[in-house]
Structure formats: C-alpha cells, structure tokens
C-alpha cells in the first residue's frame, strides 16, 4: 500500500516559498545544501542557493517532505487540494502567518482561509476541529 512521502508545489520563486513553509510549520526546514547538492547546481550553472529550481522542505519528525518546484507558468485557477493547518489559537496564528507574508482570504466560523506568497490557499483550524 502507498504512503505519502512528498508534498509538492509548483511555484514561480521556490527558494521563497520554501523559506515561508518552513517557518510557518512546526518541526520544518529548508534541507542543508551539502557539497554534493552545491556541486550539482554548480553543473547546471546555478552559483546561488536561491536560484535553486528544486527546493526540499524537511520535517524533523519524519512527516512529509515538501518540495517546492520551479515552473514556468503562472497558477491559473483556484487549488484543487490544499493543506490544513492546526493551532490552539486560530486567529494567532494567522496574524503570525501574515508576518511571514500570507494573505487572509476569508474568514468562516470555524476555519481562516489564507494565501501563501506565492497565492496557493491553505487553511487554520483550531486544534479542536
């Protein structure tokens, strides 16, 4: 039976976009870039980290590894999946998202609805639901 290994998003500048999920998710970071990792970047003329095309989120406590990959083309449409985000204090952490460059979108009852920078939806629900 398959397991989820990646999570993977198509974006316009990944090196950000990574920085911001690895903020805003407890227990994430932006992978360490070795000497093996720069060298082949190195071989397809890249000399800095943030023109990386590829770049690999990882969780300390084994969930899922986000990739974020450079594409072309612009998002075109609303997201046909996205991630929900838990916290003990909804609206908190909202405000902290914002600070790290989301946009809220919409707000319901039970759940906020906000935009990373790079315009892909997610949402933050309270722990409890």
């Known amino acids: 039976m398959a397991r989820l290994r990646d999570i993977v998003l198509d974006c316009a500048r990944p090196a950000a976009t990574a920085?911001?999920?690895a903020a805003a998710l407890d227990g994430y970071a932006v992978a360490p870039?070795?000497?093996e990792e720069l060298a082949r970047l190195r071989a397809l003329g890249i000399t800095d980290v943030e023109d990386d095309p590829t770049v690999l989120v990882e969780s300390r406590e084994g969930?899922?590894?986000?990739w974020f990959?450079?594409?072309p083309e612009g998002r075109s449409c609303k997201n046909r999946v996205h991630l929900d985000l838990a916290a003990p204090d909804r609206q908190a952490e909202a405000e902290r998202l914002?600070?790290?460059g989301a946009t809220v979108l919409d707000r319901f009852p039970d759940h906020l609805v906000l935009a990373d920078p790079e315009g892909n939806e997610f949402c933050v629900i309270g722990e409890d639901g």
């Open 63 to 66: 969930g899922p590894r986000m």
């Open 33 to 35: 870039y070795d000497d």
């Open 19 to 21: 920085r911001f999920w």
């Open 69 to 71: 990959q450079l594409v």
């Open 98 to 100: 914002v600070g790290l």
